[in-house]
């Protein structure tokens, strides 16, 4: 396509439900990021794939928070027993190969709300 | 980790004059430096980078200026419009690694 594309837009989920986002890279880049953006906060970082290396997944908040992805397409982010902390925006972004110093292109993001 | 510090958080500015936001970043590894403006509800989006061997970048009204020595870059909005109105962030990456971003600075600019 032609930009990062996430899904769903909007969630609303009961405390204790697991959820899954997802997120379609641009096709052709390599690398992919995760951010967590809380209402009126700066980006926090997730996790980050590049290629078949082995994802950094330095940013995970809790042994809740995990992360797949496909070869080099899509991945998923699943947020499981769902707390009210957990309600954010959830972005992903990609870039050409970052090993070689790529912009990264964000999606519209993830609306996550725990209620 | 890399720590990226970003000032001011809020900035007002009246339309046509300048607006100036500055980051600071710990690891002198760092060697890309990107600019983000986040319209409200909208995705984050590319305005400006700049990269270790360049010491300043231009691009119209926009430009950023990074110093290397002192680990601190800047970006520099020249005759402010209303429509510049967002959130800004700054970002500190090495290459083949994550992104740090900053914690954002909100600026308003009044018509």
């Known amino acids: 396509g032609a930009g990062v594309s996430q899904s769903p837009s909007n969630k609303v989920t009961e405390k204790g439900k697991d959820v899954e986002l997802r997120c379609d890279p641009i096709s052709g880049h390599t690398a992919l990021y995760w951010y967590r953006q809380r209402l009126g906060q700066g980006l926090e970082f997730l996790i980050y794939f590049q290629g078949n290396s082995a994802p950094d997944k330095s940013g995970l908040p809790s042994d809740r928070f995990s992360a797949e992805r496909t070869g080099e397409s899509v991945s998923t982010l699943t947020i499981q027993r769902t707390q009210q902390e957990d309600s954010a925006v959830y972005l992903c972004?990609?870039?050409?190969?970052?090993?070689?110093?790529?912009?990264?292109?964000f999606g519209e993001g993830s609306w996550l709300t725990v209620v | 980790g890399e720590n990226v510090e970003q000032h001011p958080s809020t900035l007002s500015v009246q339309e046509g004059d300048s607006a100036v936001i500055k980051c600071t970043y710990s690891d002198s590894a760092s060697n890309y430096f990107p600019w983000y403006k986040q319209e409200l509800g909208k995705r984050p989006q590319l305005i400006i980078d700049?990269?270790?061997?360049?010491g300043e970048k231009k691009d119209q009204r926009i430009a950023v200026t990074l110093n290397k020595t002192a680990k601190h870059f800047s970006l520099h909005i020249t005759e402010t419009q209303p429509e510049d109105s967002a959130v800004y962030f700054c970002?500190?990456?090495?290459?083949?690694?994550?992104?740090?971003f900053g914690t954002g600075t909100s600026l308003t600019v009044i018509p």
């Open positions: 972004a990609s870039s050409l190969d970052s090993r070689t110093g790529n912009t990264i292109y």
């Open positions: 700049i990269r270790s061997n360049v």
């Open positions: 970002a500190a990456s090495i290459t083949g690694n994550q992104f740090y």
